[in-house]
């Protein structure tokens, strides 16, 4: 998983790059999990980051072309709840 970095939009809370994957991560305000494009340039991704309007650019540059997973955050289980189950 990409580690995912505030940015300031009205629609994209945060993303993040996984350069080895080619993943880009966008996570929106309007879903807790991200969704995951696919094969996905540096380049896009540098745009991305400087783009003025995040949520425009996502919607204009990155959805049209590029694959994409929604995916789950990994649940955590805290200490307390792995005691009180065994």
Known sequence: MA?????????VRAIGY???AEELWVEFY????????????????GELRRAGSKGEYVNLMIKPYYDYEHRRRPVRVSRRARRQRG
Not at 3 to 11: C, I, K, T
Not at 30 to 45: F, G, H, T
Request: proline share 14%.
């Open 18 to 20: 996984d350069e080895e």
């Open 3 to 11: 580690r995912l970095q505030p940015v300031e939009s009205s629609s």
């Open 30 to 45: 309007s879903s807790s999990d991200p969704y995951v494009y696919l094969r996905v340039p540096p380049k896009i991704y």
